[in-house]
């Protein structure tokens, strides 16, 4: 077993969860026995945000639940699907009597407890709408299949769509805003060492000393093939040249950018590849409306980055800029 900073693999999750729901004891309330994370005070008369997963990718999502994002996360084992019945307490718990946006990320077994959920939720006269999230360019296909997976994206979806819900949207209008992020963003991917299970003895994949993978997903699943390591800027560059002409950019467009640490890349790093993002960007003549820089959606302690970009516009920028108090994201 490679030494990690846990007491019992199968204990983890939850001793983690205590630790979070202690250390922001104001902020978060962890439902044991529901499985769900929840705000301390949970907000009257507003359309609720529900969203979870697999953990293994914190601070998603039980870092973002909090005035201006979530109002519940549903927190699944390492790397694996909550429940149906953990994402029906959480949707029920989510609900002020205006119905919940139910954010899914695109895998199947979350896309399937979801949506019995929804149905369970619809059996309470809970209305709810669901927003997938399917941004890695990575997975890309015209062949038949489960389609993009979903990746960094589900941030802006969550902070947008959030933002919306709090200032009063009503049900339809916080979902189809949050399909429209969604629909719109792209994510790729890069690992310059995989991440190791807890408990497990080795990463989930191994790499030579001059190589990198390209195309990595969330839960350590190997890239679409390995290229020569190099310096930040041209790794940078090998994630962005292909956003910026899946999502058809041209001179004077104006983006979201997300840059994002998988686990075991450090501010410093992270800060570097930023720099790259925007000197390549602005030479292209697309500017950065906004940039969000930090380890946001993670793959246990894998070394890499991820680049999100989302073609902005002034209402989207004014939602992003909103107010929002999370644990992890707060301005």
């Known amino acids: 077993m490679r030494r990690q900073i846990i007491n019992q693999p199968e204990s983890f999750v939850d001793e983690a969860l205590e630790g979070l729901e202690l250390t922001y004891p104001s902020l978060l309330a962890y439902r044991r026995e529901a499985g ?11 359309v609720g945000l529900v969203s979870g997963g697999g953990s293994g990718h914190e601070p998603l ?13 549903v927190p699944g084992a390492v ?12 949707t029920l718990a989510a609900d002020s009597g205006r119905g919940v946006v139910q954010i899914v990320k695109n895998y199947t077994g979350d896309v399937l407890n979801f949506q019995i959920a929804g149905e369970l939720a619809g059996d309470e006269a809970v209305q709810t709408e669901t927003v997938l999230v399917a941004d890695d360019l990575a997975t890309e296909t015209t062949e038949d299949g489960p389609g993009r997976r979903g990746t960094a994206a589900v941030v802006a979806v969550e902070k947008i769509a ?13 979902a189809e805003l949050g399909r429209r992020v969604a629909r719109n963003s792209r994510t790729m991917s890069l690992a310059l060492s995989a991440g190791t299970h807890p408990g497990a003895a080795d990463a989930a994949f191994t790499l030579g000393a001059e190589e990198i993978e390209l195309g990595v997903g969330i839960h350590g699943e190997r890239g679409t093939g390995r290229v020569a390591f190099a310096g930040a800027d041209e790794l940078t560059n090998l994630l962005l040249e292909p956003l910026v002409a899946e999502l058809e950019l041209r001179r004077g467009a104006a983006v979201i950018a997300i840059i994002n640490g998988l ?20 030479a292209a003549g697309i500017s ?39 644990p992890a994201l707060t301005w």
Do not use: N
């Open 36 to 46: 769900i994370v929840t705000r301390k005070t949970p907000a009257k008369s507003k």
């Open 61 to 73: 999502h039980v870092g973002f639940v909090g005035t201006g994002m979530l109002d519940v996360a």
């Open 79 to 90: 790397f694996a699907s909550p429940t149906a019945l953990q994402v029906h307490e959480g």
């Open 162 to 174: 959030g933002a919306a819900a709090e200032i009063g949207a009503d049900l339809v209008e916080v």
């Open 263 to 282: 686990g075991g890349a450090y501010p410093l790093e992270l800060s570097v590849a930023a720099r790259a993002v925007h000197r390549q960007l602005g």
């Open 288 to 326: 950065v409306a906004r940039s969000l820089v930090g380890s946001l959606v993670t793959s246990l302690d894998m070394h890499g980055i991820s680049v999100t970009l989302l073609p902005a516009d002034e209402d989207l920028i004014g939602l992003w800029d909103a107010p929002v108090h999370t």
